[in-house]
């Protein structure tokens, strides 16, 4: 439990080395640019051997194409062709990469960066992430090979020239120094359930602003592992609305591969909220009415439950829920879920108490799986075709959520009006929202509808493949509570142990 929680094979660690490299190399390119000639510039980019001779590193070959010069000596360019080539001209007000850290530090959400003497005067905000929330991280997970992690990094888009061009990690010439940084990383890491079972840990994409779902490689090794006929269960991060709209949208899209079955883990308390119930907070007892029956309030929460079914279902995959048994809970609560789930058209719902239990607390549920893949038939029907607009597209899903319309920002509009002339409108989209609600409001429980969704900028992550709108408020560098679990952490240097994680 201690690996896992914290270093385990370091592929965070390198996520965060590659992400802040890219960030230095955005800062350093602009620093040198405002501070040389073209023809200085261009002398250090290409400097000439011991011989005398120049060449281009293989990563400018790239740039050079993308300009559409064909030339491969440094010697034969022209001075304008030299100006284009080594002056990627980066708007800072458009740079939308910021460093990322594995740590959560509120003080470090917008802060001022080029403040020493030696960087003469160039002085922008920018911001830190929390690593996870890196687009290096969702290439990572979205990735199908070697060779495709290598052509994703390179084509991530860090901004804009000042003419309006998107600027990538390859035209900075980064690319390959990122591939090297992500090598090891690529590789899941195998690692065991207490009973034995195998598990293949890879990735961890930030659910709410990519696409919250463990790796496109990870899915295809154990597939072949467990060979026809067996299973492979695989995370979506969050419900419905975040979780399997993402997994059918973009992860099937650049798998290939086809759920036969979906499965939706409820809670009787997580529906006794969604019902109207008191509010929770973190570090407090929880209220009676979660501890105790109360079957009327589990019926009406039910209502979210049965979206999150019918949202589902509507990618033409079989649903099982699983009724995840707490000790409070009684049968008739049990049976309301039951219920309705099998009215909001669920192929099975179980009660399930592997928590207490371990595996044979699973059995039912792993037999009701096996029955709804057994039949499932239908194709996977996605929710929306990569040839619609950018706001079609995102219309979609608000309809999806139960929203009666989409309220765009004035820049959201003018970034999909940007994306759109850059050519990137046929990518699929994930949208950025809470989790808590099928809305933009996290109070908004149940399964609320005519409510407008705000979209108040539109970003994209062009080499993980997607565009990312912005649903209300969404901080992506989360903050220590007033009482952390660093309290609880130490080591026992007797033994080495560490204590107070579980």
């Not at 501890?291 to 279902?313: D, M, W, Y």
């Amino acid at each position: 439990m201690d690996e896992f929680n914290l270093h385990l094979t370091g592929d965070i660690h390198a996520i965060t080395a590659a992400n802040n490299l890219l960030a230095a190399a955005i800062d350093t390119r602009i620093f040198h640019e405002n501070s040389q000639s073209d023809k200085a510039l261009f002398n250090r980019l290409c400097p000439a051997n011991k011989e005398g001779k120049r060449r281009f590193a293989d990563v400018m070959l790239k740039r050079l194409a993308k300009l559409g010069i064909s030339k491969t000596d440094p010697n034969e360019l022209t001075p304008d062709e030299v100006r284009r080539f080594a002056r990627l001209d980066i708007d800072p007000g458009s740079i939308t990469w910021r460093r990322v850290m594995d740590v959560n530090d509120r003080f470090l959400r917008k802060i001022t960066i080029g403040q020493g003497p030696e960087e003469k005067g160039m002085v922008r905000e920018t911001g830190f992430d929390i690593s996870v929330a890196s687009e290096i991280m969702a290439v990572l997970a979205l990735t199908t090979s070697l060779a495709d992690m290598r052509e994703r990094l390179g084509r991530m888009v860090i901004g804009n020239s000042k003419s309006g061009e998107p600027i990538t990690a390859d035209d900075l010439g980064v690319g390959g120094a990122l591939t090297v940084l992500m090598k090891d990383a690529i590789h899941p890491t195998l690692m065991q359930t207490l009973e034995g079972t195998p598990v293949l840990v890879h990735a961890g994409p930030f659910a709410n602003i990519a696409h919250g779902n463990s790796s496109i490689v990870a899915d295809k090794i154990a597939l072949k592992l467990v060979g026809k006929g067996g299973f492979v269960v695989t995370e979506a991060g969050f419900g419905a609305d975040i979780g399997t709209e993402k997994f059918m949208d973009i992860k099937c899209r650049y798998s290939g591969l086809v759920p036969q079955c979906a499965i939706i883990v409820a809670t009787i308390r997580a529906l006794k909220m969604h019902g109207g119930g008191p509010d929770v907070v973190a570090g407090k007892p929880l209220d009676h009415a979660y501890v105790s029956e109360n079957v009327a309030l589990v019926e009406a929460g039910c209502v979210n439950l049965a979206k999150h079914i019918a949202n589902t279902r509507s990618y033409g995959v079989n649903v099982v829920v699983a009724i995840n048994k707490f000790a409070s809970d009684t049968e008739a609560e049990m049976n309301a879920v039951r219920n309705a789930s099998m009215a909001a058209g669920a192929f099975d719902a179980v009660v399930c108490t592997h928590h207490a239990h371990g595996g044979k607390g699973a059995v039912e549920l792993g037999l009701a799986v096996q029955r709804a893949c057994e039949s499932q038939s239908e194709p996977l029907k996605f929710l929306y075709p990569l040839e619609s607009s950018i706001k079609e597209k995102i219309e979609s899903i608000a309809k999806f959520y139960g929203a009666s319309g989409v309220e765009y920002s004035e820049q959201a509009e003018k970034q999909i009006e940007m994306y759109t002339k850059q050519g990137f409108s046929n990518l699929p989209i994930c949208m950025a929202k809470t989790q808590y609600s099928f809305s933009h409001v996290p109070s908004m429980k149940g399964a609320p509808t005519g409510f407008a969704l705000p979209i108040r900028d539109v970003r994209v992550s062009i080499g993980a493949g997607f565009i990312y709108p912005l649903v209300g408020t969404m901080s992506t560098m989360p903050g220590l509570p007033t009482r952390p679990c660093f309290y609880e952490i130490d080591v026992d240097t007797a033994t080495g142990k560490v204590m107070g994680l579980s």
